[in-house]
């Protein structure tokens, strides 16, 4: 079945750097958009980036030139790159698959519909 696991959360201090990964399985990567959300405590999970089949990517206003997402369909993985962490970044990350090839985002909100999700990973900012 199809089953997305993110690794590569923990600690790290403000200005630090962490790379997540999401690893597919289930299905053929290639053909579909992979989004990364982060939830705060209490709050609703929110779009940080997106990589299309063809590998077109959009970032949140708040992540650009600080997240870099890639994939490396050979190895059925998505990566998120996170520079220059901040403490107000600490959040559940969540990667998930999209159910077709495209990053829908409209007035500047990412959306799906995201069919499949994983079970997220904890990044704590903190010195």
């Known amino acids: 079945q199809v089953q997305l696991v993110e690794s590569g959360g923990g600690l790290v201090q403000p200005g630090g750097s962490l790379r997540l990964s999401c690893a597919a399985s289930g299905f053929t990567l290639d053909g579909y958009a992979i989004g990364w959300f982060r939830q705060y405590p209490g709050k609703e999970r929110e779009g940080v980036s997106c990589i299309s089949s063809d590998e077109s990517t959009y970032y949140d206003d708040s992540v650009k030139g600080q997240f870099t997402i890639s994939r490396d369909n050979g190895q059925n993985t998505v990566y998120l790159q996170m520079n220059s962490l901040k403490v107000e970044e600490t959040a559940v990350y969540y990667c998930?698959?999209?159910?077709?090839?495209?990053?829908?985002?409209?007035?500047?909100?990412?959306?799906?519909?995201?069919?499949?999700w994983g079970q997220g990973a904890q990044v704590t900012v903190s010195s």
């Open positions: 998930a698959k999209d159910y077709m090839g495209g990053c829908t985002v409209v007035a500047g909100i990412l959306l799906g519909p995201f069919d499949h």
